[in-house]
Protein backbone atom coordinates (compact mmCIF):
# COMPACT_ATOMS: atom_id res chain seq x y z
CA UNK A 1 0.00 0.00 0.00
CA UNK A 2 1.36 3.09 -0.96
CA UNK A 3 0.61 6.15 -3.22
CA UNK A 4 1.92 6.16 -6.87
CA UNK A 5 1.60 9.79 -8.59
CA UNK A 6 1.76 9.72 -12.69
CA UNK A 7 3.65 12.62 -14.08
CA UNK A 8 4.86 13.16 -17.40
CA UNK A 9 8.26 15.37 -19.01
CA UNK A 10 6.87 18.37 -21.17
CA UNK A 11 9.63 19.46 -23.63
CA UNK A 12 12.43 17.25 -21.97
CA UNK A 13 11.72 18.84 -18.15
CA UNK A 14 9.20 18.45 -15.30
CA UNK A 15 7.76 21.51 -14.88
CA UNK A 16 6.15 23.16 -11.89
CA UNK A 17 3.14 21.11 -12.25
CA UNK A 18 4.34 18.11 -12.17
CA UNK A 19 5.88 19.30 -8.44
CA UNK A 20 2.24 20.18 -7.64
CA UNK A 21 1.32 16.43 -7.81
CA UNK A 22 4.53 15.42 -6.31
CA UNK A 23 3.72 17.57 -2.98
CA UNK A 24 0.02 16.58 -3.52
CA UNK A 25 1.24 12.71 -3.46
CA UNK A 26 3.56 13.40 -0.66
CA UNK A 27 0.77 14.55 1.44
CA UNK A 28 -2.03 12.15 0.70
CA UNK A 29 0.95 9.34 1.67
CA UNK A 30 1.39 11.73 4.81
CA UNK A 31 -2.24 11.23 5.71
CA UNK A 32 -2.62 7.13 4.71
CA UNK A 33 0.88 6.57 6.53
CA UNK A 34 2.70 5.53 3.75
CA UNK A 35 5.17 6.19 0.95
CA UNK A 36 4.70 8.42 -2.01
CA UNK A 37 6.02 6.89 -5.17
CA UNK A 38 6.17 8.47 -8.71
CA UNK A 39 6.02 6.72 -12.40
CA UNK A 40 7.19 9.60 -14.84
CA UNK A 41 6.62 9.19 -18.42
CA UNK A 42 9.10 10.83 -20.89
CA UNK A 43 12.53 12.21 -20.61
CA UNK A 44 13.22 14.76 -18.25
CA UNK A 45 17.06 15.95 -17.27
CA UNK A 46 15.38 17.19 -13.69
CA UNK A 47 13.32 13.89 -12.88
CA UNK A 48 15.68 13.37 -9.40
CA UNK A 49 14.23 16.87 -8.29
CA UNK A 50 11.05 14.57 -7.48
CA UNK A 51 12.68 13.58 -4.59
CA UNK A 52 12.79 17.29 -3.28
CA UNK A 53 9.43 17.52 -2.98
CA UNK A 54 8.58 14.15 -0.95
CA UNK A 55 8.92 11.33 -3.59
CA UNK A 56 10.66 8.43 -2.03
CA UNK A 57 10.97 6.10 -4.88
CA UNK A 58 10.65 7.49 -8.60
CA UNK A 59 10.45 4.79 -11.93
CA UNK A 60 10.81 6.54 -15.21
CA UNK A 61 9.69 5.42 -18.82
CA UNK A 62 11.27 6.80 -22.04
CA UNK A 63 9.37 9.17 -24.64
CA UNK A 64 6.29 7.01 -25.61
CA UNK A 65 3.55 8.04 -28.09
CA UNK A 66 0.49 8.63 -26.50
CA UNK A 67 -2.29 6.04 -26.79
CA UNK A 68 -4.84 5.68 -23.63
CA UNK A 69 -4.81 1.50 -23.94
CA UNK A 70 -0.95 1.31 -23.71
CA UNK A 71 -0.30 4.11 -20.87
CA UNK A 72 -3.42 2.78 -18.79
CA UNK A 73 -1.43 -1.14 -18.99
CA UNK A 74 2.06 0.98 -17.77
CA UNK A 75 0.26 2.50 -15.35
CA UNK A 76 -1.69 -0.05 -13.79
CA UNK A 77 1.22 -2.99 -13.93
CA UNK A 78 3.46 -0.52 -12.00
CA UNK A 79 0.97 -0.11 -9.59
CA UNK A 80 0.36 -3.28 -9.36
CA UNK A 81 4.32 -4.32 -9.28
CA UNK A 82 4.59 -1.19 -6.51
CA UNK A 83 1.58 -2.42 -4.25
CA UNK A 84 0.53 1.21 -4.76
CA UNK A 85 -3.16 1.33 -4.04
CA UNK A 86 -4.04 5.49 -4.55
CA UNK A 87 -2.88 6.41 -8.30
CA UNK A 88 -3.03 10.48 -8.63
CA UNK A 89 -2.69 12.17 -11.39
CA UNK A 90 -2.92 16.07 -12.61
CA UNK A 91 -5.99 16.73 -14.19
CA UNK A 92 -4.79 17.41 -17.83
CA UNK A 93 -5.40 15.61 -20.90
CA UNK A 94 -3.63 12.43 -20.28
CA UNK A 95 -5.66 11.75 -16.95
CA UNK A 96 -9.22 12.82 -19.50
CA UNK A 97 -7.85 10.03 -21.54
CA UNK A 98 -6.59 7.58 -18.91
CA UNK A 99 -8.03 8.06 -15.48
CA UNK A 100 -11.45 6.56 -16.37
CA UNK A 101 -9.52 3.54 -18.17
CA UNK A 102 -7.44 3.11 -15.01
CA UNK A 103 -10.41 2.98 -12.66
CA UNK A 104 -11.82 -0.10 -14.46
CA UNK A 105 -9.21 -1.70 -15.15
CA UNK A 106 -8.19 -2.13 -11.37
CA UNK A 107 -11.57 -2.13 -10.21
CA UNK A 108 -10.43 1.53 -8.37
CA UNK A 109 -13.23 4.29 -7.10
CA UNK A 110 -12.11 7.52 -9.58
CA UNK A 111 -12.65 11.33 -8.49
CA UNK A 112 -11.30 13.39 -11.08
CA UNK A 113 -10.80 17.04 -11.03
CA UNK A 114 -9.97 17.06 -7.14
CA UNK A 115 -9.21 20.94 -5.40
CA UNK A 116 -8.59 19.59 -1.63
CA UNK A 117 -6.11 17.00 0.09
CA UNK A 118 -7.94 13.75 0.78
CA UNK A 119 -8.67 12.51 4.47
CA UNK A 120 -8.64 9.44 5.68
CA UNK A 121 -11.63 7.84 7.48
CA UNK A 122 -11.13 4.31 8.21
CA UNK A 123 -10.41 2.83 5.09
CA UNK A 124 -12.21 5.27 2.78
CA UNK A 125 -10.71 8.50 1.73
CA UNK A 126 -13.05 11.88 1.14
CA UNK A 127 -12.09 14.59 -1.22
CA UNK A 128 -13.65 17.71 -2.18
CA UNK A 129 -14.35 18.71 -6.12
CA UNK A 130 -15.82 22.29 -7.40
CA UNK A 131 -19.10 21.01 -9.04
CA UNK A 132 -22.21 23.09 -11.27
CA UNK A 133 -19.65 25.81 -12.47
CA UNK A 134 -18.20 26.57 -9.12
CA UNK A 135 -21.47 27.10 -7.31
CA UNK A 136 -21.24 24.34 -5.43
CA UNK A 137 -17.90 21.94 -3.72
CA UNK A 138 -19.19 17.92 -3.59
CA UNK A 139 -17.42 16.03 -1.05
CA UNK A 140 -17.16 12.41 -2.09
CA UNK A 141 -15.81 9.31 -0.43
CA UNK A 142 -14.39 6.51 -2.35
CA UNK A 143 -15.13 3.48 -0.64
CA UNK A 144 -12.73 0.88 -2.78
CA UNK A 145 -9.44 -0.74 -1.61
CA UNK A 146 -8.14 0.95 -5.08
CA UNK A 147 -8.70 4.59 -5.41
CA UNK A 148 -7.75 6.98 -8.25
CA UNK A 149 -7.67 10.77 -8.51
CA UNK A 150 -7.08 13.40 -10.87
CA UNK A 151 -6.18 17.11 -9.41
CA UNK A 152 -6.72 20.22 -10.58
CA UNK A 153 -3.86 22.51 -11.18
CA UNK A 154 -2.88 25.17 -8.64
CA UNK A 155 -4.75 23.07 -5.82
CA UNK A 156 -1.23 23.41 -3.90
CA UNK A 157 1.79 24.90 -4.51
CA UNK A 158 5.28 22.66 -4.87
CA UNK A 159 6.90 22.46 -1.31
CA UNK A 160 10.56 21.54 -0.81
CA UNK A 161 10.62 18.95 2.02
CA UNK A 162 13.71 16.66 1.07
CA UNK A 163 16.69 15.79 -1.45
CA UNK A 164 16.71 14.92 -4.92
CA UNK A 165 16.12 10.98 -5.17
CA UNK A 166 17.23 8.44 -7.38
CA UNK A 167 15.04 7.39 -10.53
CA UNK A 168 15.37 3.88 -11.94
CA UNK A 169 14.49 2.95 -15.56
CA UNK A 170 11.27 1.06 -15.17
CA UNK A 171 11.52 -2.24 -16.46
CA UNK A 172 7.72 -2.84 -17.21
CA UNK A 173 7.43 -3.22 -21.42
CA UNK A 174 5.67 -1.34 -23.34
CA UNK A 175 3.05 -3.25 -25.22
CA UNK A 176 2.04 -2.98 -28.31
CA UNK A 177 -0.30 0.52 -29.71
CA UNK A 178 -3.26 -0.16 -32.04
CA UNK A 179 -3.00 3.89 -32.41
CA UNK A 180 -0.70 5.86 -34.74
CA UNK A 181 0.18 9.59 -33.78
CA UNK A 182 0.99 11.69 -36.81
CA UNK A 183 0.92 14.93 -36.15
CA UNK A 184 1.10 16.67 -32.80
CA UNK A 185 0.72 20.75 -33.15
CA UNK A 186 1.69 22.88 -30.04
CA UNK A 187 2.16 26.42 -29.78
CA UNK A 188 5.49 26.95 -27.91
CA UNK A 189 7.27 29.92 -26.16
CA UNK A 190 4.26 30.43 -24.34
CA UNK A 191 2.53 28.62 -21.38
CA UNK A 192 -0.99 27.25 -22.21
CA UNK A 193 -3.54 27.91 -20.75
CA UNK A 194 -4.06 25.41 -18.47
CA UNK A 195 -1.32 25.38 -17.09
CA UNK A 196 -1.18 29.49 -16.76
CA UNK A 197 -0.67 31.48 -13.33
CA UNK A 198 -1.36 34.08 -14.89
CA UNK A 199 -3.96 35.03 -17.57
CA UNK A 200 -4.87 38.43 -19.25
CA UNK A 201 -7.92 37.85 -21.14
CA UNK A 202 -10.21 40.17 -23.44
CA UNK A 203 -13.46 40.40 -24.37
CA UNK A 204 -15.65 42.43 -26.96
CA UNK A 205 -15.07 45.49 -25.35
CA UNK A 206 -12.36 45.48 -27.38
CA UNK A 207 -14.01 46.87 -29.89
CA UNK A 208 -11.92 44.83 -32.84
CA UNK A 209 -8.60 42.49 -33.39
CA UNK A 210 -6.16 45.33 -34.17
CA UNK A 211 -6.40 46.73 -30.70
CA UNK A 212 -5.18 43.77 -29.01
CA UNK A 213 -1.62 44.83 -29.14
CA UNK A 214 -2.42 46.58 -25.37
CA UNK A 215 -3.62 42.99 -24.17
CA UNK A 216 -0.39 41.49 -25.50
CA UNK A 217 1.69 44.39 -24.11
CA UNK A 218 0.16 43.61 -20.44
CA UNK A 219 0.66 40.27 -20.69
CA UNK A 220 4.12 39.86 -21.85
CA UNK A 221 5.37 42.21 -19.08
CA UNK A 222 4.17 40.06 -16.84
CA UNK A 223 5.04 37.19 -18.07
CA UNK A 224 1.43 36.06 -18.32
CA UNK A 225 -0.70 34.01 -21.12
CA UNK A 226 -3.67 35.56 -22.80
CA UNK A 227 -6.83 34.77 -23.31
CA UNK A 228 -10.48 35.85 -24.57
CA UNK A 229 -14.36 35.69 -24.47
CA UNK A 230 -16.57 33.21 -26.46
CA UNK A 231 -17.52 36.03 -29.21
CA UNK A 232 -14.58 37.19 -29.70
CA UNK A 233 -12.74 33.69 -30.76
CA UNK A 234 -16.23 32.98 -32.33
CA UNK A 235 -15.69 36.37 -34.70
CA UNK A 236 -12.14 34.92 -35.11
CA UNK A 237 -10.74 38.26 -33.63
CA UNK A 238 -8.65 35.82 -31.75
CA UNK A 239 -7.68 31.97 -32.40
CA UNK A 240 -10.00 29.37 -30.95
CA UNK A 241 -7.62 27.90 -28.33
CA UNK A 242 -7.85 31.26 -26.49
CA UNK A 243 -11.49 30.78 -25.65
CA UNK A 244 -12.03 30.37 -21.97
CA UNK A 245 -15.16 29.59 -20.09
CA UNK A 246 -17.46 27.00 -19.92
CA UNK A 247 -17.67 25.94 -23.69
CA UNK A 248 -14.09 26.72 -23.83
CA UNK A 249 -10.83 25.66 -21.22
CA UNK A 250 -11.34 26.18 -18.15
CA UNK A 251 -8.98 27.78 -16.46
CA UNK A 252 -7.52 28.08 -12.49
CA UNK A 253 -4.37 30.83 -12.77
CA UNK A 254 -3.29 32.44 -10.02
CA UNK A 255 -4.15 35.91 -11.52
CA UNK A 256 -7.10 36.75 -13.96
CA UNK A 257 -7.27 39.81 -15.80
CA UNK A 258 -10.60 40.93 -17.41
CA UNK A 259 -10.94 43.46 -19.56
CA UNK A 260 -13.78 44.46 -21.07
CA UNK A 261 -15.90 41.41 -20.43
CA UNK A 262 -19.62 41.74 -19.26
CA UNK A 263 -19.25 38.43 -16.75
CA UNK A 264 -21.74 35.74 -18.30
CA UNK A 265 -22.07 33.17 -16.24
CA UNK A 266 -21.06 31.06 -18.93
CA UNK A 267 -17.59 32.77 -18.92
CA UNK A 268 -17.73 32.76 -15.34
CA UNK A 269 -17.94 29.30 -15.24
CA UNK A 270 -14.65 28.85 -16.92
CA UNK A 271 -12.77 31.01 -14.83
CA UNK A 272 -14.41 31.82 -11.46
CA UNK A 273 -11.67 29.64 -9.62
CA UNK A 274 -9.03 31.98 -9.89
CA UNK A 275 -7.75 32.93 -7.26
CA UNK A 276 -7.03 36.62 -7.74
CA UNK A 277 -9.77 38.57 -10.29
CA UNK A 278 -8.94 41.72 -11.65
CA UNK A 279 -11.93 43.61 -13.83
CA UNK A 280 -11.29 46.74 -16.05
CA UNK A 281 -15.29 47.27 -17.32
CA UNK A 282 -16.64 50.97 -18.20
CA UNK A 283 -19.53 49.82 -16.63
CA UNK A 284 -19.88 49.77 -12.74
CA UNK A 285 -23.24 47.50 -12.95
CA UNK A 286 -21.31 44.66 -15.40
CA UNK A 287 -21.25 41.38 -13.53
CA UNK A 288 -18.23 40.57 -13.32
CA UNK A 289 -17.67 43.03 -10.82
CA UNK A 290 -19.37 40.35 -8.36
CA UNK A 291 -16.70 38.05 -9.11
CA UNK A 292 -13.93 40.20 -8.60
CA UNK A 293 -11.24 40.79 -5.86
CA UNK A 294 -10.27 44.00 -7.52
CA UNK A 295 -11.96 46.09 -9.79
CA UNK A 296 -11.08 49.48 -11.59
CA UNK A 297 -14.56 51.29 -13.57
CA UNK A 298 -13.44 52.90 -16.78
CA UNK A 299 -12.24 53.40 -20.00
CA UNK A 300 -9.84 49.94 -20.82
CA UNK A 301 -7.98 52.00 -23.73
CA UNK A 302 -6.93 54.32 -21.29
CA UNK A 303 -6.54 52.41 -18.28
CA UNK A 304 -4.36 48.98 -19.27
CA UNK A 305 -1.83 50.95 -21.02
CA UNK A 306 -1.46 52.82 -17.92
CA UNK A 307 -1.24 49.32 -15.76
CA UNK A 308 1.17 48.42 -17.80
CA UNK A 309 3.15 51.49 -17.64
CA UNK A 310 2.86 50.92 -13.26
CA UNK A 311 3.96 47.38 -13.51
CA UNK A 312 7.12 47.82 -15.35
CA UNK A 313 7.77 50.85 -12.40
CA UNK A 314 7.19 48.57 -9.83
CA UNK A 315 9.28 45.45 -11.33
CA UNK A 316 11.98 48.98 -11.69
CA UNK A 317 12.48 49.10 -8.09
CA UNK B 1 -21.37 2.63 -39.70
CA UNK B 2 -22.98 2.28 -36.38
CA UNK B 3 -23.03 5.13 -34.62
CA UNK B 4 -23.87 5.10 -30.58
CA UNK B 5 -24.22 8.71 -28.76
CA UNK B 6 -24.36 8.90 -24.84
CA UNK B 7 -26.49 12.03 -24.10
CA UNK B 8 -26.88 13.14 -20.21
CA UNK B 9 -29.90 15.80 -19.24
CA UNK B 10 -27.75 19.06 -17.09
CA UNK B 11 -28.97 21.56 -15.38
CA UNK B 12 -29.21 24.90 -17.42
CA UNK B 13 -25.84 26.88 -16.48
CA UNK B 14 -27.56 29.64 -15.17
CA UNK B 15 -29.82 27.99 -12.92
CA UNK B 16 -29.96 28.75 -9.04
CA UNK B 17 -28.49 25.82 -7.27
CA UNK B 18 -29.52 24.41 -3.86
CA UNK B 19 -29.59 21.07 -2.15
CA UNK B 20 -32.19 18.93 -0.03
CA UNK B 21 -31.67 15.94 2.16
CA UNK B 22 -28.87 17.14 4.13
CA UNK B 23 -26.90 18.49 1.08
CA UNK B 24 -26.46 14.93 -0.37
CA UNK B 25 -29.20 15.58 -3.35
CA UNK B 26 -29.46 18.57 -5.86
CA UNK B 27 -32.84 20.52 -5.81
CA UNK B 28 -34.55 19.77 -8.93
CA UNK B 29 -37.60 22.07 -8.37
CA UNK B 30 -38.00 24.73 -10.49
CA UNK B 31 -34.77 23.98 -12.15
CA UNK B 32 -34.63 23.68 -16.18
CA UNK B 33 -32.89 21.00 -17.75
CA UNK B 34 -31.27 20.42 -20.80
CA UNK B 35 -29.35 18.11 -23.23
CA UNK B 36 -25.69 18.52 -22.08
CA UNK B 37 -24.23 20.98 -24.40
CA UNK B 38 -21.11 18.29 -25.52
CA UNK B 39 -23.97 16.08 -25.73
CA UNK B 40 -26.31 17.63 -28.62
CA UNK B 41 -23.94 20.59 -30.08
CA UNK B 42 -21.04 18.21 -31.11
CA UNK B 43 -21.16 14.25 -30.26
CA UNK B 44 -24.79 14.26 -31.56
CA UNK B 45 -24.50 16.66 -34.43
CA UNK B 46 -21.13 14.86 -35.85
CA UNK B 47 -22.81 11.12 -35.53
CA UNK B 48 -25.21 12.70 -38.02
CA UNK B 49 -23.01 14.17 -40.10
CA UNK B 50 -20.90 10.68 -40.46
CA UNK B 51 -24.28 8.86 -41.43
CA UNK B 52 -25.25 11.39 -43.61
CA UNK B 53 -21.85 10.82 -45.65
CA UNK B 54 -21.28 7.70 -44.85
CA UNK B 55 -24.34 6.13 -44.39
CA UNK B 56 -25.42 3.92 -41.09
CA UNK B 57 -27.33 4.11 -38.17
CA UNK B 58 -27.43 6.81 -35.23
CA UNK B 59 -28.74 5.72 -31.77
CA UNK B 60 -28.98 7.66 -28.66
CA UNK B 61 -28.83 6.28 -25.33
CA UNK B 62 -29.27 7.63 -21.87
CA UNK B 63 -29.02 6.65 -17.90
CA UNK B 64 -31.43 7.80 -16.47
CA UNK B 65 -35.45 7.93 -15.25
CA UNK B 66 -38.60 8.38 -17.79
CA UNK B 67 -37.97 11.98 -16.85
CA UNK B 68 -34.98 12.31 -19.40
CA UNK B 69 -37.67 11.23 -22.15
CA UNK B 70 -37.94 15.04 -23.57
CA UNK B 71 -34.45 15.15 -23.94
CA UNK B 72 -33.89 11.72 -25.71
CA UNK B 73 -36.94 13.16 -27.85
CA UNK B 74 -34.95 16.45 -28.62
CA UNK B 75 -32.44 14.31 -29.64
CA UNK B 76 -34.68 12.26 -32.11
CA UNK B 77 -35.88 15.51 -33.63
CA UNK B 78 -32.43 16.65 -34.14
CA UNK B 79 -31.77 13.61 -36.54
CA UNK B 80 -30.75 10.62 -34.17
CA UNK B 81 -32.44 7.30 -36.05
CA UNK B 82 -33.49 5.59 -32.41
CA UNK B 83 -32.93 5.54 -28.86
CA UNK B 84 -32.60 3.70 -25.82
CA UNK B 85 -33.04 4.77 -22.07
CA UNK B 86 -31.75 2.76 -19.50
CA UNK B 87 -34.42 2.68 -16.53
CA UNK B 88 -31.50 3.68 -13.98
CA UNK B 89 -30.56 6.48 -11.68
CA UNK B 90 -27.11 8.04 -12.91
CA UNK B 91 -25.23 7.68 -9.24
CA UNK B 92 -21.83 7.25 -10.89
CA UNK B 93 -19.45 7.48 -14.20
CA UNK B 94 -19.13 4.29 -13.42
CA UNK B 95 -22.70 3.25 -13.17
CA UNK B 96 -23.44 5.22 -16.35
CA UNK B 97 -20.39 3.60 -18.62
CA UNK B 98 -21.52 -0.17 -17.20
CA UNK B 99 -24.94 -0.27 -18.31
CA UNK B 100 -23.43 2.06 -21.74
CA UNK B 101 -21.08 -0.96 -22.00
CA UNK B 102 -23.67 -3.71 -21.56
CA UNK B 103 -25.69 -3.00 -24.08
CA UNK B 104 -22.97 -1.91 -26.54
CA UNK B 105 -21.51 -4.95 -26.37
CA UNK B 106 -24.48 -6.88 -27.90
CA UNK B 107 -23.85 -4.25 -30.73
CA UNK B 108 -20.64 -3.55 -32.61
CA UNK B 109 -20.51 0.11 -32.45
CA UNK B 110 -18.00 1.43 -34.88
CA UNK B 111 -17.59 5.16 -32.84
CA UNK B 112 -19.02 5.52 -29.62
CA UNK B 113 -19.51 9.33 -28.87
CA UNK B 114 -20.00 11.22 -25.82
CA UNK B 115 -19.39 14.86 -24.63
CA UNK B 116 -16.20 16.15 -23.28
CA UNK B 117 -17.86 15.87 -19.53
CA UNK B 118 -21.05 16.97 -18.23
CA UNK B 119 -21.37 20.35 -17.11
CA UNK B 120 -22.63 20.11 -13.79
CA UNK B 121 -20.19 17.44 -12.01
CA UNK B 122 -17.87 17.91 -15.00
CA UNK B 123 -16.12 14.37 -14.75
CA UNK B 124 -14.68 13.07 -18.27
CA UNK B 125 -14.99 9.94 -16.58
CA UNK B 126 -17.86 7.97 -18.44
CA UNK B 127 -16.06 8.01 -22.12
CA UNK B 128 -12.86 6.39 -21.10
CA UNK B 129 -14.91 4.01 -18.78
CA UNK B 130 -17.02 2.71 -21.83
CA UNK B 131 -14.36 2.49 -23.74
CA UNK B 132 -12.03 0.16 -21.52
CA UNK B 133 -15.16 -2.39 -20.54
CA UNK B 134 -15.01 -2.24 -24.38
CA UNK B 135 -11.51 -2.72 -25.29
CA UNK B 136 -12.05 0.55 -27.68
CA UNK B 137 -9.69 3.15 -28.16
CA UNK B 138 -9.98 5.75 -26.58
CA UNK B 139 -9.87 9.61 -27.33
CA UNK B 140 -10.97 12.38 -24.94
CA UNK B 141 -11.59 15.93 -26.23
CA UNK B 142 -12.05 15.48 -30.01
CA UNK B 143 -11.86 18.66 -31.85
CA UNK B 144 -11.77 17.22 -35.46
CA UNK B 145 -12.57 13.37 -36.74
CA UNK B 146 -12.79 12.31 -40.31
CA UNK B 147 -13.03 8.67 -41.95
CA UNK B 148 -11.53 6.71 -45.13
CA UNK B 149 -12.80 3.40 -44.96
CA UNK B 150 -11.91 1.92 -41.11
CA UNK B 151 -9.14 4.32 -40.62
CA UNK B 152 -10.47 7.03 -38.25
CA UNK B 153 -8.50 9.95 -37.51
CA UNK B 154 -9.20 12.04 -34.56
CA UNK B 155 -7.82 15.71 -33.74
CA UNK B 156 -7.57 15.74 -29.58
CA UNK B 157 -7.08 19.27 -27.54
CA UNK B 158 -3.92 18.67 -25.83
CA UNK B 159 -2.49 21.30 -23.53
CA UNK B 160 -1.59 24.58 -25.83
CA UNK B 161 -2.51 22.58 -28.73
CA UNK B 162 -3.48 19.35 -30.92
CA UNK B 163 -2.26 15.73 -31.57
CA UNK B 164 -3.64 13.66 -34.48
CA UNK B 165 -4.08 10.08 -34.27
CA UNK B 166 -5.35 7.53 -36.38
CA UNK B 167 -7.33 4.12 -35.35
CA UNK B 168 -8.66 1.38 -37.58
CA UNK B 169 -10.00 -0.17 -33.94
CA UNK B 170 -13.92 0.73 -32.89
CA UNK B 171 -13.29 4.29 -31.05
CA UNK B 172 -15.02 5.96 -27.85
CA UNK B 173 -14.27 9.68 -28.62
CA UNK B 174 -15.65 12.75 -26.21
CA UNK B 175 -16.88 15.65 -28.19
CA UNK B 176 -15.48 19.23 -27.82
CA UNK B 177 -15.76 22.51 -29.46
CA UNK B 178 -14.62 22.35 -33.60
CA UNK B 179 -16.19 18.71 -33.85
CA UNK B 180 -19.66 19.70 -35.30
CA UNK B 181 -22.02 23.09 -35.46
CA UNK B 182 -25.01 23.36 -33.67
CA UNK B 183 -28.21 22.02 -35.32
CA UNK B 184 -31.59 23.41 -34.35
CA UNK B 185 -34.67 20.71 -34.48
CA UNK B 186 -37.05 22.30 -37.05
CA UNK B 187 -40.54 21.03 -37.64
CA UNK B 188 -40.22 18.23 -39.49
CA UNK B 189 -37.61 16.54 -37.15
CA UNK B 190 -39.86 17.17 -34.27
CA UNK B 191 -43.24 15.70 -36.36
CA UNK B 192 -40.86 12.13 -37.13
CA UNK B 193 -38.93 11.93 -33.48
CA UNK B 194 -42.43 11.32 -31.95
CA UNK B 195 -42.62 8.15 -34.40
CA UNK B 196 -38.98 6.86 -33.76
CA UNK B 197 -37.94 4.11 -32.00
CA UNK B 198 -37.48 4.44 -27.86
CA UNK B 199 -36.84 1.15 -26.33
CA UNK B 200 -36.57 1.14 -22.37
CA UNK B 201 -34.19 -1.15 -20.85
CA UNK B 202 -34.00 -2.71 -17.30
CA UNK B 203 -30.24 -1.67 -15.54
CA UNK B 204 -27.65 -4.43 -14.64
CA UNK B 205 -26.38 -3.87 -10.98
CA UNK B 206 -23.42 -2.09 -9.88
CA UNK B 207 -22.08 -1.77 -6.69
CA UNK B 208 -20.78 1.90 -5.85
CA UNK B 209 -17.35 3.09 -5.08
CA UNK B 210 -17.75 6.53 -4.98
CA UNK B 211 -20.79 8.47 -3.71
CA UNK B 212 -21.41 12.01 -2.75
CA UNK B 213 -21.70 12.67 1.12
CA UNK B 214 -22.17 16.35 1.06
CA UNK B 215 -22.47 19.39 -0.74
CA UNK B 216 -21.53 22.75 0.60
CA UNK B 217 -21.63 26.08 -1.05
CA UNK B 218 -18.26 28.10 -1.71
CA UNK B 219 -16.81 30.91 0.48
CA UNK B 220 -18.50 33.82 -0.68
CA UNK B 221 -16.37 36.50 -2.35
CA UNK B 222 -15.50 39.67 -0.22
CA UNK B 223 -16.37 41.80 -2.38
CA UNK B 224 -14.88 43.74 -4.98
CA UNK B 225 -12.14 46.10 -3.86
CA UNK B 226 -12.45 49.17 -6.63
CA UNK B 227 -9.08 50.70 -7.09
CA UNK B 228 -9.08 54.39 -8.96
CA UNK B 229 -8.87 54.39 -12.59
CA UNK B 230 -6.04 57.28 -12.26
CA UNK B 231 -3.91 54.86 -10.14
CA UNK B 232 -2.92 51.95 -11.63
CA UNK B 233 0.48 51.98 -8.85
CA UNK B 234 -2.38 50.98 -6.46
CA UNK B 235 -3.40 48.45 -8.15
CA UNK B 236 0.40 47.16 -8.66
CA UNK B 237 0.48 47.50 -4.96
CA UNK B 238 -2.54 45.77 -3.72
CA UNK B 239 -1.69 42.86 -6.18
CA UNK B 240 1.73 42.45 -5.06
CA UNK B 241 1.20 43.37 -1.30
CA UNK B 242 -2.27 41.70 -0.48
CA UNK B 243 -3.19 39.51 -3.26
CA UNK B 244 0.20 38.39 -3.35
CA UNK B 245 -0.33 37.67 -6.93
CA UNK B 246 2.39 39.88 -8.52
C1 LIG C 1 -24.59 27.78 -23.80
C2 LIG C 1 -23.68 28.97 -23.79
C3 LIG C 1 -22.32 28.77 -23.59
C4 LIG C 1 -21.44 29.86 -23.54
N1 LIG C 1 -20.10 29.65 -23.30
C5 LIG C 1 -19.29 30.72 -23.16
C6 LIG C 1 -17.91 30.55 -22.83
O1 LIG C 1 -17.41 29.42 -22.71
N2 LIG C 1 -17.14 31.64 -22.68
C7 LIG C 1 -17.63 32.91 -22.83
O2 LIG C 1 -16.86 33.88 -22.67
N3 LIG C 1 -18.91 33.10 -23.16
C8 LIG C 1 -19.75 32.04 -23.34
N4 LIG C 1 -21.05 32.25 -23.69
C9 LIG C 1 -21.47 33.63 -24.03
C10 LIG C 1 -21.78 34.46 -22.80
O3 LIG C 1 -23.12 34.25 -22.41
C11 LIG C 1 -21.59 35.96 -23.12
O4 LIG C 1 -22.40 36.30 -24.22
C12 LIG C 1 -20.16 36.34 -23.44
O5 LIG C 1 -19.28 35.85 -22.44
C13 LIG C 1 -20.03 37.83 -23.57
O6 LIG C 1 -18.74 38.17 -24.01
P1 LIG C 1 -18.09 39.58 -23.64
O7 LIG C 1 -18.14 39.76 -22.17
O8 LIG C 1 -16.78 39.63 -24.31
O9 LIG C 1 -19.05 40.60 -24.41
P2 LIG C 1 -20.18 41.57 -23.84
O10 LIG C 1 -21.16 40.85 -23.03
O11 LIG C 1 -20.64 42.33 -25.02
O12 LIG C 1 -19.40 42.53 -22.84
C14 LIG C 1 -18.49 43.51 -23.24
C15 LIG C 1 -18.11 44.29 -22.00
O13 LIG C 1 -17.12 45.23 -22.32
C16 LIG C 1 -17.39 46.42 -21.61
N5 LIG C 1 -16.77 47.54 -22.37
C17 LIG C 1 -17.12 48.00 -23.59
N6 LIG C 1 -16.31 48.99 -23.98
C18 LIG C 1 -15.42 49.18 -22.98
C19 LIG C 1 -14.33 50.07 -22.78
N7 LIG C 1 -13.96 50.97 -23.69
N8 LIG C 1 -13.64 49.98 -21.61
C20 LIG C 1 -13.99 49.08 -20.66
N9 LIG C 1 -15.01 48.20 -20.81
C21 LIG C 1 -15.71 48.26 -21.95
C22 LIG C 1 -18.88 46.52 -21.53
O14 LIG C 1 -19.29 47.32 -20.42
C23 LIG C 1 -19.27 45.05 -21.36
O15 LIG C 1 -19.37 44.71 -19.99
C24 LIG C 1 -21.94 31.18 -23.75
C25 LIG C 1 -23.31 31.37 -23.98
C26 LIG C 1 -24.17 30.28 -24.01
C27 LIG C 1 -25.63 30.53 -24.23
N1 LIG D 1 -26.72 9.42 -17.53
C1 LIG D 1 -26.07 9.37 -18.70
N2 LIG D 1 -26.57 8.71 -19.76
C2 LIG D 1 -25.91 8.64 -20.93
N3 LIG D 1 -24.73 9.22 -21.14
C3 LIG D 1 -24.16 9.89 -20.13
C4 LIG D 1 -24.79 10.00 -18.85
N4 LIG D 1 -23.97 10.71 -18.04
C5 LIG D 1 -22.90 11.05 -18.78
N5 LIG D 1 -23.00 10.56 -20.04
C6 LIG D 1 -22.06 10.75 -21.16
O1 LIG D 1 -20.73 10.88 -20.67
C7 LIG D 1 -20.19 12.16 -20.99
C8 LIG D 1 -19.22 12.60 -19.93
O2 LIG D 1 -19.86 12.62 -18.68
P1 LIG D 1 -19.01 12.76 -17.32
O3 LIG D 1 -18.02 11.66 -17.33
O4 LIG D 1 -20.05 12.61 -16.27
O5 LIG D 1 -18.39 14.12 -17.39
C9 LIG D 1 -21.40 13.04 -21.21
O6 LIG D 1 -21.08 14.15 -22.03
C10 LIG D 1 -22.36 12.07 -21.88
O7 LIG D 1 -22.04 11.90 -23.26
Known amino acids: ?317 | MKLLVCISKTPDTTSKISFVNNGTQYNEEGISFIMNPYDEWYALVKAIEIKEKNGGTVTVINVGDASNDIVIRKALAIGADDAIRVDGKPTSAEYVAKQIAHIAKQQAYDIIFTGKETIDYNGSEVGPMVAELLDYDYFAFASDLSIDGSKKTVSREIEGGVEITTSTNPIVVSAAKGLAEQRIPNMQGIMMSKRKPLEIVNPIAVAEKVSVKIHTLPEAKKGVKLVDSNDMDELVRLLHEEAKAL
Not at chain 1, 76 to 98: E, M, P, Q, W
Request: aromatic fraction near 6%.
Open chain 1, 1 to 317: MSVLIVIEAVEGKLNKGAFEICTYGYKTSKVLGTTCEALIIGDAHNATEVGKYGVANALQIGNISFDSKVFTQIIAKTANDLGADTIIFRHNSTAKNVAGRLAIRMDAGLVSGVKSIPQANGNTLLVDKSVYSGKAIATYEINSPVKVLTVMGNTIQPEIVGEAAIVTLSSTPIPASTTQVIERKTITGIVPLPEAEMVVSAGRGMKGPENWAIIEELASEIGATTACSRPVADAHWRPHHEHVGQTGVAIRPNLYFAIGISGAIQHLAGVNSSKTIVVINKDPEAPFFKAADYGVVGDLFEIVPKLTEAIRRFKQH
